[in-house]
Structure formats: structure tokens, C-alpha cells
């Protein structure tokens, strides 16, 4: 193969595909087809990433303040004790969590830097063997809360991705309206390869914050489309200030039938009910309804109730730690006859948490067929506790027990109907399998 001048060669697991070298220190040229923000002057663009730019996400979580040996070690203590007192399992799923205690302790008496103390608790959590439990440092804690309240600030392109370590390469979940890359083309499905010729996945580590960077810089992105060869899109970065947004769409039909569709990306942003409703009546009376939760990490609670309170309602489940239960419990809010409206729910391996629980229960009480791949079983609940420096610790304190099945969803996940399943960059909107089997679980 001939290689064109400053080329780099990225070679996948089944094909080789040439991208734009790293560009120099020198400049970068933004040709007139371009869009550039308007805050950003077009002779003063600038590259970002290049070679000496290859450093940590450089919008990683705030530094905490400085905790002196004292602190540390009451904090220390007061996440031991809840450890002790809350965790689900009383056990401690069999780990000698004294030695591993008094192993920990006796590193931190004399006091560390702080942030490697806050790494030491989070490896005395991982000591739990548990996917679900953590802990956070203050800095985290104020990125988190930033984020749930949906303000999700950042300087990129505008798109949602999903690793997908295996091929080398993030996956476009969803794309921000008006953003440099809706202008840029980009759409949902598209695979991103690399930034300025440096990879976005390598060894087993995404490396997505290429895609982010100062404010007014620019990339060559190379893009690649669900059947297509590799392109290549030059973008400036933009500020966002903005939620996740919630895809929403009616699908076509060979019978005119009236199928919405609404993608649920997570519920760890607060802005997604309102979105929710905001689509569900934007599309008025429907004969069916797909709830594609295949991508949705899970969240909060307080995310998860309000959307499943426009499907479903009443007691649909319990809580239940080591000494009491509570209910799942919700009250109808209807929206355009979303409470009798047919749902099809769709669910993959990435559906985590409550995004398995809201999945489950529509189904467990018979409110929704669902379609797609075996969840891996995450319905543990977290229960977080705040110590005196503002650190967190998030701790399996429940598990969540279906109405009717006596599954143990932990172990089986939550198992669709009807099986359809392909990667998220093979396919678009209109060759999705999973909607394929919702419109045939329609029977349409």
C-alpha cells in the first residue's frame, strides 16, 4: 500500500485504513467549508492534539483541598464503620476485611499527599470485590453533581460516544444539536477512529479525551459510517454548557402505524424526564412506543421514577437490605396515553443498574415485551454516605426484587423476549435489528 506524505498507519483486528498523520506545532489549516464557532476567530485556530499534547483528560475532576493526617484518618475510620454497618452482604462477600483494615490503616497514620489518600480508599473498597460499590473525593463529588443536574460542561465536539475497546474505536451514541459535529455531519452510529492521527482506543484504554480540548482548537477527525469507508472531518471545538440529549423520532411503517422512538442514554442526568415527557407529547397518540434503553448506565432514583411513572404504576418491586424492605412504588403520570400505549423496551449488555430495573419491571408485571441481548445483572442499590471532608462512599446497600419473578436478576439479568443484537457501528437508524423485532413484536 502507498502511503501518502505525513500518514500514520492504524492497523485494526480485520483491516488497515490510512489516517491523517499528527499535525505540526505550526499551525492548522481551517479550509472556508468548515464551521467555526462564532466566539472563535478563524486565523487563530490552532491543532489540539499534538504530539506534545498527549497528556491526562485535561477536564478531569476538580483537585481536592489539602486533608491533614488527622482528617484522614477520622475519615478513614468513619468509611470503615460504614462499611461494617450498611454493606448488603454481611459477610462482606468472604474477604478478611479486618487485615485488609488494619493493612490500610496502617499506611495512611502517618498521613499521605492527598489525592493518593483518596486512592487508597478506593482501593479499599475494590477490596470488597464488588462492580458496584466506590468511593469518591471531593473533586469527584462536584464533577458528579455537576453532571446530574445536567450541566454537563465541557469543550468538544458535541457527541456522546461509547468505547468500544475491542475495535479500536467510540461509537456515536448521540450528537448535540447545533453542535460542530451535527455541522459536521456526524451521525449517530458513526465510528470515530482517531484525532489528528492519534488513536481514541488504545491497548484496553479509551482515550476519549482527544475528542475534548481547549475551547476554538481544531481536529481532523477520522470517521467511519456503519458500511462505508474511513473519512475524514476537519471540526473546531466548541463550550457546552448543556444535557444529554434524548433522541426522539417516529418510525416509519409499511402501514402508516404511529411508533415513536426515545432513547434513554442514561438516568444520571435530571434534565431526562422533562425531555421524556417534553417527546411524549410532541408525538401525540401512538400505537406503539420503543424505550431503547441498550446504551443506559443506570443513575438515580430520582431520574428513574418520574419516567417510569409515565408507563407504569403502583408498588413494582422492593428494595431489600439486611434488616428491612421498601417499595419501588409509583404514581401515574400519564402522558398522551403513555400508561396503556404498547412498549417495547430495548436492552443490551450496556444497560446497567436502573436502566435493567426500569426494563425489568415493565416486563415482570407486563407492561413491555422487550427485544435485544441479556442484560449482565446490576440491581444492587447504592446508598451513599458524605463524610466530613465532602468525600463520598457509594455502597451496595440493597438489592432490588422483582414484583412477580423470583429470578434473581443479579444473576440471570434481565432477559428480552425476543433476542436482536449488533454493534452499535454496524448499523443505522433504519437497519437496526433491535427495532426491526419491536416492530415485529408490534406485529407490524
Known amino acids: 500500500m502507498r502511503h501518502a506524505p505525513n500518514t500514520i498507519l492504524l492497523v485494526f483486528a480485520v483491516s488497515c485504513i490510512e489516517v491523517p498523520g499528527p499535525p505540526g506545532e505550526e499551525g492548522f489549516e481551517v479550509g472556508p467549508d468548515v464551521w467555526v464557532p462564532p466566539e472563535c476567530d478563524r486565523e487563530d485556530i ?34 470503615v464503620q460504614v462499611v461494617r454497618d450498611k454493606y448488603v452482604d454481611p459477610e462482606l462477600n468472604g474477604v478478611d476485611w479486618t487485615g485488609i483494615v488494619a493493612g490500610y490503616r496502617a499506611r495512611i497514620e502517618g498521613g499521605l499527599e492527598t489525592e493518593a489518600f483518596y486512592q487508597e480508599l478506593r482501593s479499599l473498597i475494590s477490596e470488597l470485590q464488588d462492580d458496584h460499590s466506590y468511593f469518591s473525593s471531593p473533586g469527584e463529588v462536584q464533577a458528579a453533581v455537576a453532571r446530574l443536574a445536567g450541566q454537563n460542561e465541557f469543550v468538544g465536539f458535541g457527541v456522546y460516544v461509547l468505547p468500544m475497546i475491542a475495535k479500536l474505536r467510540v461509537a456515536v451514541i448521540a450528537v448535540y444539536p447545533t453542535s460542530p459535529a451535527e455541522r459536521g455531519g456526524l451521525m449517530p452510529h458513526d465510528a470515530i477512529l482517531a484525532v489528528n492521527g492519534f488513536p481514541v482506543v488504545a491497548g484496553d484504554r479509551s482515550l476519549t479525551e482527544r475528542l475534548r480540548g481547549p475551547e476554538c482548537t481544531g481536529a481532523v477527525l477520522t470517521i467511519q459510517s456503519p458500511g462505508q469507508s474511513p473519512r475524514s472531518i476537519t471540526m473546531v471545538r466548541q463550550r457546552f454548557t448543556v444535557p444529554l440529549p434524548v433522541d426522539n423520532r417516529l418510525v416509519a411503517t409499511a402501514d402508516s402505524s404511529r411508533i415513536g422512538y426515545v432513547l434513554l442514554p442514561t438516568f444520571f442526568d435530571t434534565t431526562v424526564p422533562t425531555q421524556v415527557r417534553d417527546a411524549l ?9 420503543i424505550l431503547d434503553n441498550r446504551m443506559n448506565g443506570g443513575g438515580s432514583s430520582s431520574v428513574l421514577e418520574p419516567v417510569l411513572a409515565h408507563f407504569e404504576s403502583g408498588v413494582l418491586g422492593h428494595f431489600v437490605g439486611r434488616t428491612a424492605s421498601r417499595p419501588l412504588q409509583v404514581s401515574a403520570d400519564p402522558v398522551q396515553g403513555s400508561q396503556t400505549v404498547p412498549l417495547v423496551v430495548l436492552v443490551d449488555e450496556d444497560t446497567v443498574s436502573f436502566g435493567e430495573i426500569f426494563a425489568g419491571v415493565l416486563q415482570d ?34 438489592r432490588f426484587v422483582p414484583l412477580i419473578s423470583t429470578d434473581d436478576w443479579e444473576v440471570t439479568g434481565i432477559v428480552p423476549d425476543v433476542e436482536a443484537h449488533a454493534d452499535w457501528d454496524t448499523f443505522t437508524f433504519e437497519t437496526d435489528p433491535a427495532v426491526a423485532a419491536a416492530l415485529e413484536l408490534f406485529d407490524l
Open 46 to 79: 490552532g491543532a489540539y492534539p499534538t504530539v506534545s499534547d498527549l497528556v491526562e483528560d485535561p477536564l478531569e475532576p476538580p483537585p481536592s483541598p489539602p486533608l491533614s493526617a488527622g482528617d484522614q484518618q477520622a475519615v478513614f475510620e468513619a468509611v
Open 281 to 289: 407529547e410532541r408525538f401525540g397518540p401512538l400505537d406503539g412506543l
Open 365 to 398: 408485571t407486563g407492561r413491555a415485551l422487550l427485544a435485544g441481548r441479556t442484560t449482565l445483572g446490576n440491581v444492587e442499590i447504592l446508598h451513599g454516605s458524605t463524610f466530613r471532608d465532602d468525600s463520598e462512599l457509594w455502597l451496595a446497600a440493597e
